[in-house]
């Protein structure tokens, strides 16, 4: 197993290329995981991906291609499977290899959607930490898993309009599909133009419903008062 491997040493054994070493991006494909004796945790971590879209989220409706219109078959957007080798930041060593499903959103032929999804200023950052500093409040981060699957569902006309879309090439045999099967998409993926804007919406809406405040001055910046407590967003990070 080379998990808990330095990356210097899967360069010297011919498993990555230096660039791969020096960006510590190490793009993994079913071929390379088997020689590199990760074939397990590679399978692993795609069923992973496949429940969080599939399962967990629903975000998508799988039907076959020879029930619906031709023309939406032709027009259907591509999607592929992302899966990378992920490192320690502070070691630098290998410790799992992630997946991710992602539609090929340059694709996407829709006009009248929503994209604007703000992102925190480094003052909106540097005054939480400030604040929380001053006050001598405990400062925690928290990381969505899989953020975007859990975005605004699409409803009314945006489900009519929400994309189809194809399986990529590993999902056509296995993992609960067929070669011929197509996906309705239910929720935004990863890749989708208006991803980041439906899970800001939702994040903001379950703040507001807890009684938060968006800040004037930066929108990715919430407060409660009376408690004295506050929030700061990123696309799929929470302070």
């Known amino acids: 197993m080379l998990f808990r491997s330095n990356l210097n040493d899967l360069v010297k054994a011919g498993h990555i290329t230096e660039e791969e070493a020096k960006t510590g991006r190490i793009t993994m ?3 390379r995981a088997k020689r590199m004796n990760l074939l397990d945790p590679y399978l692993m971590a795609v069923a992973k991906e496949v429940q969080a879209v599939r399962g967990t989220n629903r975000c998508l409706k799988v039907v076959n291609q020879e029930d619906v219109d031709p023309e939406v078959v032709r027009k259907a957007m591509t999607s592929r499977l992302v899966t990378i080798m992920k490192c320690d930041p502070l070691s630098g060593k290998v410790n799992r290899i992630k997946a991710r499903w992602c539609a090929r959103g340059f694709l996407d032929t829709r006009d009248s959607i929503r994209t604007d999804a703000e992102t925190c200023s480094s003052a909106a950052i540097q005054m939480v930490l400030q604040w929380g500093l001053n ?5 925690r981060i928290y990381d969505f898993t899989t953020a975007f699957l859990q975005g605004w569902e699409y409803e009314g006309k945006d489900l009519e ?3 189809w879309m194809t399986l990529p090439c590993e999902l056509k045999t296995g993992y609960g599909f067929l070669p011929n099967q197509l996906c309705k998409l239910r929720k ?3 890749g989708l133009k208006d991803a980041p ?3 800001r919406r939702k ?3 379950a703040f507001a419903a807890a009684g938060f405040v968006e800040c004037q001055s930066d929108a990715c910046l919430m407060y409660r008062s009376e408690e004295h407590t506050s929030e700061l967003q990123s696309p799929d990070h929470l302070v």
């Open 203 to 205: 994040l903001r809406a």
């Open 29 to 31: 494909t079913k071929e």
């Open 161 to 163: 309009e929400s994309p």
């Open 197 to 199: 804007e439906r899970w």
């Open 135 to 139: 006050k001598n409040y405990d400062l």
């Open 188 to 190: 935004p993926l990863y």
